[in-house]
Every structure is written in structure tokens, then in C-alpha cells.
T-cell receptor, first 114, second 116 residues
């Protein structure tokens, strides 16, 4: 069964360092999402891509976060510089068409900033 | 903006018993989707059940069913014959039907424990 792949599963970094997360959605899924889930809370959308275009990045802290999906397939989320408050689980999800269908989630990348 | 509220941070139930998780939401839209997602420890989030707002009939998936009260903006999840594998975080989520803005808005989650 196809799955959303994410790496790394765990990342520990010191504040002010750069960190990057990678996501490979299910093949053929046009819509890709990055969510941030702080411990004990529900996920919050950071950025949504339709193919290679950003359709919603209103909650992305653009001074330190960036995201790209250059060829409309896999995606990278970068944080530079990392801050203590960035410690969270970063979830990637994809859906087949314009978000109408079911979202499929990866296992997430857990970030700890020291 | 839409909001989703889960007022029960934690719930527990005896194995084989029935449990109901609560969810309320706020929206000015008349047509939308509602979901319950399950997030087991260290595993990915998976869809449990989905309800379309224009459908009056409550959705059912095997042991999982919902009580959708549109006027009250309430969407509870009932788990019958609880099993140990049902232990997880459960998230209620809302999605608009407006094209181009289909992000999921999640509640804070309810941690469900199953007691053997």
C-alpha cells in the first residue's frame, strides 16, 4: 500500500542551526500539505501546495521557514534559524486532487531544538 | 475562520464497552466536511470516518459511528465494542468545500485509553 514518506523521523538540533525535512507524497497526489503539531495539540497547517504552486502559506513564519515543491512531486520544509519554540512534530500529508479527497499522512518528523 | 473544539483532553473505557468522543465546531458555511482521525503512538494519522454536511444520515464504519447535529454544530464519535487497538489520540477536523482552500482544521485532540 502506498504511503507518504518523510525523513528524518527524528531530528535534534541546537537553536540557531538550520534544519530540513523531506516529504515524498503518494504517487499521483497533486496536493501536498505540511502541518506542525505541537505536543498535546492538534496539527496546524503551515503550507499547502497544488502541484508546484503554493496555495496557502498564511500560517508559515516566513522569516525563518521556507517550503518548496519544485517539480510538483516531493517537497522540502526548511527552518533557519531554528528556535526553541519550533520543537514539534512536522507532518506531511497528500491528497489525490484539489483537497477534495482523503488526506493521507506520513509518520512525521519530530524536531527537538535545544 | 472555522474553529474546532474537543472538550475532553482524555477519555478511558473498558475493553468491549462503548465510548463517545465529543466535538463542536464553528462555521458560517452551510456545506462542508467533518472528519475523525486516529493517531496511534508513533504512527501516522489515519482517517476513521467522514461526514458530508449536506447528508442527514449519520456516517458509520463498522464499530465507528457519528452523531452529526448540524444545527448544534456538534459531531461526536461513538466507538462500540472498544478494542485495545483503539487506543490513540483522536482528532476531529473540519474542511470547507470551497475550491482551493481545502485545508483541514483540527481540534486539540482526545487521548483515548482502553482498559483491559
Amino acid at each position: 500500500e502506498a504511503e507518504v514518506a518523510q525523513s528524518p523521523r527524528y531530528k535534534i538540533t541546537e537553536k540557531s542551526q538550520a534544519v530540513a525535512f523531506w516529504c515524498d507524497p503518494i504517487s499521483g497526489h497533486a496536493t501536498l500539505y505540511w502541518y506542525r503539531q505541537i505536543l498535546g495539540q492538534g496539527p496546524e497547517l503551515l503550507v499547502q501546495f497544488q502541484d508546484e504552486s503554493v496555495v496557502d502559506d498564511s500560517q508559515l513564519p516566513k522569516d525563518r521557514f521556507s517550503a518548496e515543491r519544485l517539480k510538483g512531486v516531493d517537497s522540502t520544509l526548511k527552518i533557519q534559524p531554528a528556535e526553541l519554540g519550533d520543537s514539534a512534530m512536522y507532518l506531511c500529508a497528500s491528497s489525490r486532487d484539489r483537497g477534495v479527497g482523503e488526506l493521507f499522512f506520513g509518520e512525521g518528523s519530530r524536531l527537538t531544538v535545544l | 475562520a472555522q474553529t474546532v473544539t474537543q472538550s475532553q483532553p482524555e477519555m478511558s473505557v473498558q475493553e468491549a464497552e462503548t465510548v463517545t468522543l465529543s466535538c463542536t465546531y464553528d462555521t458560517s458555511e452551510s456545506d462542508y466536511y467533518l472528519f475523525w482521525y486516529k493517531q496511534p503512538p508513533s504512527r501516522q494519522m489515519i482517517l476513521v470516518i467522514r461526514q458530508e454536511a449536506y447528508k442527514q444520515q449519520n456516517a458509520t464504519e463498522n464499530r465507528f459511528s457519528v452523531n452529526f447535529q448540524k444545527a448544534a454544530k456538534s459531531f461526536s464519535l461513538k466507538i462500540s465494542d472498544s478494542q485495545l487497538g483503539d487506543a490513540a489520540m483522536y482528532f476531529c477536523a473540519y474542511r470547507t468545500r470551497i475550491q482551493g482552500a481545502q485545508k483541514l482544521v483540527f481540534g486539540q485532540g482526545t487521548r483515548l485509553t482502553i482498559n483491559p
